[in-house]
């Protein structure tokens, strides 16, 4: 199946992140949602939807335990940081529990491509997309923001070590999720551009086709 083919880069790592389900089968006919890939992604929400609730609980009430300058004063940068781990806790859950409530229609996506696949590939389609240059920036991008909150959390902070570790893991699972999450979806919608591409030239070419059968028996 060309499309597995095309996200064999990025379904792993999603998959792995509960992102993505597992799938058994690699044609049309078998292809379906694996059982215990169900199970591992309600897993992987059920842990985060429970630990994100704890870290909220004692982020809003111990909230001068997570300040990140130790010196700055005033209550309202205390109430942005405080919005901001908040923020962050809820987006990457968030993510992970629309992902696997949404699993089916994941799976749908890519069996209508599968499927649209089998025809395209039959008149000549070998088109794929490269993510390599965004994942790359991607990850540059996200390792500086997790080194930047690293230099503030463990330099500049008088949080204490426990806290430091939960902060950053916060931090780094935000950026880890956003990353996967817009690498799948791009992959996505580009191998779905790319089809659709490849379905307009093949018009226009049965159009042309059509339009000089027609103009030679006018001429006659």
Partial sequence: ???????????????????????SGNQSESFGISSRGKLYGRIVALLLLV???????????????????AHSQGDTEDINRTIETLFCIASYTIIVISSVLNASKHFRTIRDLS?????????????SYSYRYLGTLLVFAS????????????FLSEIDARRQCILML????????????ALYLRTVLMGLALRIEFLNGRLDQFTQKDRQLYDKDDWF
């Fill in 1 to 23: 199946m060309k499309i597995l083919r095309d996200l064999e880069g990025v379904a792993r790592p999603a998959q792995l992140c509960a992102l993505l389900p597992f799938f």
């Fill in 115 to 127: 499927q649209l696949d089998g025809y395209l590939e039959a008149h000549g389609y070998a088109a």
């Fill in 170 to 181: 916060i931090y780094s699972l935000q950026m880890l999720y956003s990353c996967m999450f």
């Fill in 143 to 154: 390792a500086s923001v997790v080194l930047v909150a690293f230099y503030y959390i463990h």
């Fill in 51 to 69: 630990s994100s609730v704890l870290v909220c609980q004692d982020v809003l009430f111990a909230s001068q335990d997570y300040k990140l300058m």
